[in-house]
């Protein structure tokens, strides 16, 4: 290591040795070289035609690139010293005939640039340190480096892919071509980022001949997910799937594939590899953006086993949470490009890709074309909800343990006054939690108007222990068995993956509770509602726990588990149950008070290295309380669990790590001097922030959370909780009135350019009836031009509006009944079928009124046939009495038997009288 006593040249020098060696490099002085010592060669004050260059780079004997070296001080003149840099670069070396190098570095040891003149636009890019000599080998034998290779990328086959999904990749490719290192992929949830980043990444092996990409998550969950799409993605240009040509590895412990092509791996994991420690796999479960962070993270060294070139592409998925502070050095570390995939960027994510917006996919905008569905809102208001109540003293009030859920009675001494938000934590009020099961319940029938099952909803409680009061409630006020309602969290008891599949596939369970573990990320494409019975403070989180909602699915997926949808999916709803829509959002998490961050995500924090003053004081507090309550056995066990500490030696260890006064003695004890410098006091507090971070272990992160939960919460029996407010909010209403209004101005922009509305707007003076096809062409130009304008989802807006209570058969019979009440032939708005209905009722009435013509029971019957035919197709055409019903009942002879020659005649009214 550098010494303090050296002119900074010389440590400037000695730290660039430091990394050398750590690369591979063996250092040897120009009067003593010696080619067989190793492959890679540095060279001091290796002489040129151009001057004495601090160190030539030799592989395999042959020169490849030089070194400039500078002082800590001028690190920020790096890039004012390339063209001294160039020019022994381009000059012949003493004793060598050589080409001008490729491989150029400026260095001050501590801050690197490094470029390759092999690219099209040579540009210098700040190094985490030096690339090692078998990949400049392995470069040279490359006709073209990586970033000219980029431009050999062929043209996209947009079949099979989303405009936006075309838009982001082509923008992409183009920004690598750029030789930008970072890039922003924002694509709203549901319109297919990962599927979009897989095409890509299959892209760069095929055709730029990447030797390695990086999948970044930061859930264990997520990389799953993600490599379930890896095993399933087929390219457009190969029968093959992507893991039958090229070696996916799911990171699940320290061993990094050299063959694999895609790494997947959290960002948790990465970071544990490269500081060389194991990582226990409770860590993974929980996102970084959760757990407490760091002021100043444990860094990033050099490790030899993963080279910063080791990927030449990362690809960050939720990357608006999972880029800062202790894990953004996860990034610095890689030469590689970064790209970002998010839903729901914030400025910081913004800041971090540079600006650098390659896509930018807004849930309106996927809404627009079609690719998500959107939500309306509905609330649900209780007074407790609300106002909170009070619990009066000596009244004898239930307490039960979270954990065990054993019961109690206690009487309390002093009056105890809850808020809302104190709700499901401090105290449960089980009337507060009934009142809002029961009104969904009871709302159904005007939230999803015509169902003969329960929508597959999703509720987010805010803890496990509230999770299993809602579970239990839904199941007693819906009068249903287990299978109905199960829990979707980590801890539950059940497979978590194995509900979530019966939730996606099965008709149970009908309503799912979770409180984060498919938050975020994970999709179920059936869901139709979420019920929010809990805050959110997070803006980013609560767009992604909305976005699990938008998810399309065409009818006869749906009606696999939910049999009685009239149509695709056309919208989720939102129950607010809560006041989450009201509620204030910031941009992230708020993680600076400690008093609000989970027992579980301190210790987690604290056991991935965060040395937060703050979290260390906040935890060792919370230990000490806790070690007051807890049992001899429970205290036994967090010995075992720690090799002999207990919570009160954990609790003085975390406040040690922050008492000047012991971490100065520790260094005295240590460093055996009385006045220790700045650098032992540093590395002191460092030693003992590792050695208490040490002593957490999933296992017991796992147990103290356990522990913890087993305390004791109040239950408010005595007050019973009243709905004040069940409806559709006033946004809503504003909502489904812009959506009529654009349906009506699209109806009578293409009133004299579309068939069917040039026919329906000049009766009654057209004769020629509107036709199946006519109908089928109004949908299709919806879809394609004007897809948020979907029939189904313009009738609930009516619905709501108008206060109407109909559902139509499909979309196409919808369609019509717009139609018709848009250009005022119906004053309400009518389901076509009912109006069939009452007009084949007036005809039948008209042509028997006069005593010429009475139908008998076998000419109604085929009556009714036809009139049921022109319900569905808008038609009744000489072809089709060949085809079902009508050949099981005679077909076009039998109607010409019973009707003779009026049979045309017959058809021709009945077209007419039912249909217009």
């Known amino acids: 290591m550098p010494s303090a006593n050296q002119t900074p040249e010389n440590q400037a020098r000695d730290l660039i040795d430091q990394k050398l060696y750590q690369a591979g490099w063996d250092i040897q002085d120009k009067n003593a070289i010696d080619f ?10 290796y002489q040129t035609d151009a001057g004495f260059v601090d160190y030539a780079l030799f592989v395999d004997r042959k020169p490849v690139g030089i070194i400039e070296a500078k002082r800590d001080e001028e690190g920020h003149r790096l890039t004012v010293v390339e063209e001294q840099s160039r020019e022994y670069a381009d000059s012949k070396l003493k004793h060598i005939n050589n080409q001008p190098l490729p491989f150029i570095y400026e260095s001050t040891g501590k ?33 073209k480096s990586l970033r000219d290779r980029l431009f050999d990328i062929s043209e996209l086959d947009p079949s099979k892919l989303r405009n936006c999904q075309v838009t982001a990749i082509n923008n992409l490719e183009q920004s690598f071509r750029r030789n930008l290192p970072r890039a922003l992929v924002q694509m709203a949830t549901g319109s297919g980022k990962t599927f979009t980043a897989i095409t890509a990444i299959y892209r760069l092996l095929k055709f730029a001949d990447a030797k390695r990409v990086l999948f970044l998550v930061d859930t264990k969950n997520l990389g799953e997910q993600a490599e379930q799409e890896f095993m399933s993605f087929v390219p457009n240009d190969d029968n093959r799937k992507f893991t039958e040509l090229y070696n996916v590895q799911r990171l699940s412990s320290n061993y990094l594939a050299k063959d694999a092509q895609v790494c997947i791996s959290t960002i948790q994991r990465l970071y544990s590899i490269l500081k060389g420690e194991p990582l226990d796999e409770a860590a993974e479960e929980t996102n970084p953006n959760e757990m407490v962070q760091p002021r100043q993270p444990v860094p990033v060294v050099y490790n030899p086993r993963v080279p910063i070139e080791f990927f030449d592409f990362i690809v960050i998925d939720e990357c608006h949470r999972s880029i800062y502070n202790i894990w953004q050095q996860v990034l610095d570390y890689f030469d590689a490009f970064l790209i970002g995939l998010t839903a729901t960027p914030d400025i910081r994510t913004f800041g971090f890709f540079n600006e ?169 494409r059936p869901l139709e509602c979420l019920i929010f019975m809990r805050d959110v403070k997070s803006r980013n989180y609560y767009e992604q726990m909305k976005g699990r909602g938008t998810r399309t699915l065409n009818h006869d997926e749906l009606i696999k588990v939910s049999g009685s949808a009239p149509s695709a999916k056309t919208h989720f709803v939102i129950i607010d149950a809560v006041g989450v829509e009201k509620s204030v959002k910031t941009d992230s998490r708020p993680l600076e008070s400690k008093r609000s961050v989970p027992l579980k995500d301190l210790m987690m924090g604290i056991m991935m290295g965060a040395t937060d003053t703050d979290a260390y004081t906040s935890l060792a507090g919370r230990l000490a309380r806790l070690e007051r309550q807890v049992t001899s056995e429970e205290a036994q066990k967090v010995q075992e669990l720690t090799q002999g500490a207990t919570l009160g030696d954990i609790a003085k260890a975390l406040l040690n790590t922050c008492d000047s006064d012991v971490i100065a003695n520790t260094a005295e004890r240590d460093y055996q001097t009385k006045n220790p410098t700045p650098e032992q006091l540093e590395s002191t507090q460092e030693n003992l922030s590792r050695q208490v971070s040490s002593l957490f272990t999933g296992q017991l992160i796992e147990y103290l959370d356990k522990v913890r939960q087993v305390h004791e919460q109040y239950i408010d029996t005595h007050n019973l909780d009243r709905v004040i407010y069940a409806g559709w909010n006033q946004e809503q209403q504003t909502q489904n009135e812009t959506l009529i209004t654009d349906f009506k101005a699209f109806i009578e922009a293409n009133k004299d350019e579309i068939t069917a509305l040039r026919i329906l707007y000049n009766l009654p003076y057209q004769q020629r009836p509107v036709t199946y096809r006519m109908v089928k062409e109004v949908l299709d130009i919806l879809k394609k031009d004007r897809p948020h304008l979907a029939p189904l989802r313009v009738w609930q807006a009516y619905e709501q509006v108008e206060q109407v209570n109909s559902q139509p058969i499909n979309e196409l019979t919808a369609l019509v009944a717009l139609i018709r009440r848009v250009i005022g032939l119906d004053e309400t708005l009518t389901p076509h079928e009912n109006r069939v209905n009452r007009a084949f009722q007036a005809w039948i009435f008209h042509k028997q009124a006069g005593a010429s013509v009475k139908f008998n029971e076998e000419q109604m019957q085929w009556l009714r046939a ?16 060949d085809y079902a019903p009508f050949d099981s009942m005679g077909g076009l002879g039998k109607l010409y038997q019973l009707f003779g020659d009026e049979m045309e005649a017959i058809i021709e009214e009945l077209n007419t009288a039912l249909v217009v």
Request: charged share 30%; aromatic share 8%.
């Open 36 to 45: 067989n010592a190793s492959l890679g060669i540095a060279v001091r004050e």
């Open 111 to 143: 801050l690197t640039r490094f470029t390759d003149r092999r690219d099209p636009k040579p540009r210098s890019r700040l190094v985490f340190s030096f690339h090692r000599p078998e990949t400049f080998q392995e470069w040279l034998t490359q006709p």
């Open 356 to 524: 650098n917006v390659v896509s930018e996919y807004t849930h309106e905008q996927a809404v627009m074309d079609g690719v998500n569905v959107g939500y309306e809102i509905y609330t649900i208001e209780t007074e407790i909800t609300k106002n909170g109540s009070r619990l009066i003293a000596q009244e004898f009030i239930e307490k039960r343990e979270k954990l065990t859920r054993e019961k109690r009675w206690t009487q309390i001494d002093e009056d105890i006054t809850y808020t809302g938000s104190q709700l499901d934590r401090d105290i449960v009020n089980p009337s507060q939690i009934r009142q809002i099961i029961r009104t969904f319940r009871d709302k159904l029938p005007e939230i999803f108007p015509h169902r003969q099952e329960v929508p597959k909803t999703l509720i987010f409680a805010k803890d496990d222990s509230h999770a299993d009061d809602i579970i239990n409630m839904v199941r007693e006020e819906f009068n249903e068995g287990n299978d109905f309602c199960k829990k979707v969290t980590y801890k539950a008891k059940e497979d978590p993956k194995s509900v979530l599949a019966q939730f996606r596939n099965n008709y149970n369970p009908r309503i799912a509770v979770t409180v984060d573990m498919i938050a975020t990320g994970t999709d179920v």
């Open 866 to 881: 036809m009139k049921e035919h022109i319900i569905s197709s808008f038609a009744l055409e000489r072809e089709d009495l």
